[in-house]
């Protein structure tokens, strides 16, 4: 679906960002290299934690805000990006700046990861650093992310009244979801070719719709839900909270009866919608996910490990 994006509805910037990261293994590794993680549960990563370095220098990750944190879809990895919002630093510079002028808690923290060999810079010779550099250092956490117990992440972002990214991440139980907005078009239409579509056929108002573009994409209705189904239609979750459980479970996602009709059918099936409004609003309110289940909206990726 082609969004519209001659429409300016805020001259400024916006940012949203929220994550609940279950991740014991990463948690413990940086509480054994004396990092503490505050304000949070125990083994979670979550906005607005607060990161002790061993000195007792300290950073706090802003709650919602996210214009200096890195994009998630420029790291290798959650791990890597965890780490990465932590030199949060380095988003915020351009041109690089050169080493002696990070904050004192960047160095530190960046000669301790040097030092229990996460990353491997020549601290004395190494001058500066760029994004390119610290995500090739970063890249040997890729290996964490199958300790992960579950992720959830909304990054969200918008300027001048444009938006330029909506991302939704989710993970657990071996299952990967990844639904995003990027320069507000999703490109071509979804293939259904070969997917299994759940349908809670009890709000369901058009059936010979729906069964036709499962037909003709050459997808499966199934009647069991496992982590083998693609998508579940459904018009009421809040009449379906066990079946919602399960998709969340297993990271399935889940989309109204309209919503799947303009995702894989009939793009033009929302152009008369003004839901721009909506759309820019997750730049600063989040909810994201809420907009790809009443719409359609986004692209999507699901991976079963």
Not at 152 to 162: H, K, L, R, T
Not at 206 to 220: F, K, P, R, V, W
Not at 258 to 267: A, N
Not at 282 to 295: L, N, P, S, V
């Amino acid at each position: 679906m082609k969004i519209r994006s001659d429409f300016v509805t805020n001259s400024s910037s916006s940012s949203f960002i929220i994550f609940d990261i279950h991740h014991p293994t990463l948690f413990e590794m940086l509480n054994r290299f004396g990092i503490e993680i505050r304000n949070t549960v125990r083994n979670h990563f979550t906005a607005g934690m607060e990161v002790v370095l061993p000195s007792g220098k300290s950073m706090k990750l802003w709650e919602k805000e996210a214009d200096c944190l890195p994009y998630y879809d420029e790291s290798s990895s959650i791990s890597n990006w965890i780490i990465s919002i932590i030199l949060n630093e380095i988003e915020s510079v351009w041109p690089v700046k050169e080493m002696d002028e990070y904050s004192d808690f960047t160095l530190e923290l960046l000669n301790l990861l040097n030092n229990k060999e996460i990353i491997n810079f020549d601290m004395e010779n190494c001058k500066e650093w760029n994004k390119d550099l610290l995500d090739n250092q970063l890249s040997k956490l890729d290996v964490m992310d199958s300790d992960i117990i579950a992720a959830d992440v909304e990054f969200n972002s918008g300027f001048e009244g444009e938006i330029t990214q909506l991302e939704y991440i989710a993970m657990r139980n071996g299952c990967y979801l990844h639904i995003d907005v990027d320069e507000l078009d999703t490109g071509e239409i979804e293939s259904l070719d070969n997917r299994n579509i759940f349908i809670v056929d009890e709000a369901i108002e058009d059936m010979s719709t729906i069964q036709e573009i499962i037909e003709g994409g050459n997808a499966n209705i199934v009647t069991e839900i496992s982590k083998n189904v693609d998508y579940i239609i459904c018009n009421n979750k809040n009449r379906n909270k066990s079946i919602i459980k399960i998709a969340e479970d297993f990271c399935i996602p889940v989309i109204s009866e309209k919503g799947f009709i303009s995702h894989f059918g009939d793009e033009s099936f929302f152009e008369d919608e003004d839901i721009y409004n909506e759309l820019f609003e997750c730049t600063y309110a989040g909810d994201f996910y809420e907009i790809f289940y009443k719409y359609g909206i986004g692209k999507v990726l699901r991976k079963i490990n």
